[in-house]
């Protein structure tokens, strides 16, 4: 690696690092350490939110995505903004009818203290399996770079990461967002315009990628086998979001910061503008390193990108977009740390204990958080050593993965509105719901090693379409439970 780029990612950390300890003079109480004082301004929760569930997966996954095919990745962000606006007019007045400091507060309110804890405990598993993937997404360009093997590379970002989100709480994790989305994005934007001079000039290479459609963006297939179809994407993409941004804590959790009702709202629609336009300039770098002749068929997806960082852009630049797709991993990963120790600290620990001393939920949240940050990287080994060999992007791996939960998380505030549906309809359509899920992830797995071949046409299934699929099991099932469980009239 050269002196200039090394130095780059080493003014990067030791900014981020500067951020957590500033970070650390306004915190008293867990209110300051979870939720910032509930005083931040709209805009930097809105970059906080997008950076957030961005990760590096965006970074190195999406310029592979468009490298390999075309732009019809566009149809999820899409059904992303859609999910966003509704969640907006939905949920948020909820969020913000009271005192909420996760959520799942409401639930406890509607359904009671176990349900509440229920689907909580449904966020911790997913934000420990979907982020497991993302601190190894992360750790790729970072083993280019030095030349240090993939763990090695996993327990360094780990550990710089938990460094700061513990110092600082979610003051220091949004600031920390904010300056970590423009790096990254200033990085596309550089990579992007020396991509298309290699390809012979920005015309040269949208021409060739026309000629090869790969600047095809919409596709009205009805076949929910298809990955990336424009219902596919408006509905799932929808629900996803729905789901992500409505009901995960960890995108809650910004929302709850700020300042108003309107504010969060105006966080939460801007954040899905931007996430398009940024989903956007990482398919076009994807396409403008294949004109350029620089995404060979034998190299993986998820490495072209940063192979072109380090074969072909200019010292000081590669540094930049390296220091890009760091930030982007760590932004996600210090997020998920404060969001899960939230979780535990307030769901579990002080509802169990009664203990609601501020001063004291603020220490056993920092206490958390190591414990979080030490579980995501021993997480984000296992996912490498499952992920050796296999082809499969690590965006797709991660959303996957969390559309197991999310359509369970989604299905059970949709139940809240049932009258007649109560706690024990809810956590059973859940299991349910899981359980399920779980099944039709692996099923075309199980069906390739002949274990349960008749899975096969499951298997098959698109993963836009998981979530959509999770939200109507878990209503149904909940549903139904309330129908059995009533009397009958004599």
Not at 105 to 111: C, D, G, H, T, Y
Request: with cysteine.
């Amino acid at each position: 690696m050269r002196p200039l780029d090394l130095a780059v990612i080493a003014m990067y950390f030791l900014v981020t690092m500067a951020i957590g300890v500033w970070a650390t003079r306004s915190q008293r109480t867990a209110g300051d350490y979870f939720l910032g004082a509930r005083n931040l301004p709209a805009w930097s929760v809105l970059l906080s939110i997008v950076a957030t569930e961005t990760s590096a997966l965006t970074v190195i996954s999406v310029p592979g995505i468009g490298a390999r095919g075309d732009l019809t990745f566009l149809q999820l962000p899409l059904g992303y903004f859609v999910g966003r606006v509704v969640v907006a007019y939905w949920l948020l007045p909820g969020y913000f009818a009271g005192e909420h400091d996760t959520a799942y507060v409401r639930l406890e309110r509607r359904f009671g203290v176990g349900t509440r804890r229920l689907i909580s405990g449904a966020f911790l598993v997913t934000r420990f399996l979907g982020d497991g993937v993302r601190i190894y997404a992360g750790a790729i360009p970072l083993a280019l770079v030095t030349g240090w093997s993939i763990p090695a590379s996993i327990v360094a970002i780990g550990g710089v990461t938990l460094s700061y989100a513990w110092l600082g709480g979610l003051k220091a994790v949004v600031w920390a967002d904010v300056m970590q989305l423009v790096i990254y994005v200033a990085g596309g934007i550089a990579a992007l315009a020396i991509a298309w001079e290699m390809a012979g000039g920005v015309s040269a290479a949208l021409t060739a990628a026309a000629a090869a459609d790969k600047l095809r963006v919409f596709d009205f297939d009805l076949n929910v086998t298809s990955t990336y179809t424009f219902f596919g994407g408006l509905v799932g993409g929808a629900m996803l979001t729905a789901a992500s941004h409505g009901t995960d804590h960890l995108i809650v959790q910004r929302l709850l910061a700020t300042r108003s009702l309107v504010d969060a709202r105006r966080a939460l629609i801007g954040s899905g503008v931007v996430v398009v336009l940024q989903f956007l300039l990482f398919l076009l770098v994807g396409s403008a390193i294949w004109a350029a002749g620089r995404a060979p068929a034998e190299l993986g997806a998820d490495q072209v990108f940063p192979r072109f960082v380090m074969d072909a852009l200019p010292p000081g630049i590669a540094g930049l977009v390296i220091a890009g797709i760091l930030a982007a991993a760590m932004s996600t990963i210090a997020s998920s740390i404060n969001a899960l120790a939230s979780a535990v600290t307030l769901d579990f620990y002080a509802s169990s204990t009664g203990r609601s001393d501020p001063i004291h939920l603020m220490r056993v949240g920092r206490l958390v958080s190591a414990l979080w940050g030490v579980a995501l990287i021993a997480g984000a080994l296992g996912f490498y050593w499952y992920a050796t060999g296999n082809d499969t992007p690590v965006v797709v791996l991660a959303l996957s993965i969390a559309s197991v939960t999310y359509g369970a998380l989604l299905g059970t505030y949709l139940l809240a509105g049932i009258p007649v549906v109560r706690g024990v309809h809810v956590a059973s359509a859940t299991v349910v719901t899981l359980a399920v899920m779980v099944v039709v992830i692996f099923a075309k797995r199980l069906a390739d090693a002949e274990v349960a071949p008749f899975l096969a046409p499951i298997g098959r299934l698109a993963w836009p379409w998981y979530v959509p699929l999770g939200t109507s099991l878990c209503v149904a099932t909940g549903w139904l439970g309330s129908q059995f469980g009533r009397e009958r009239p004599s």
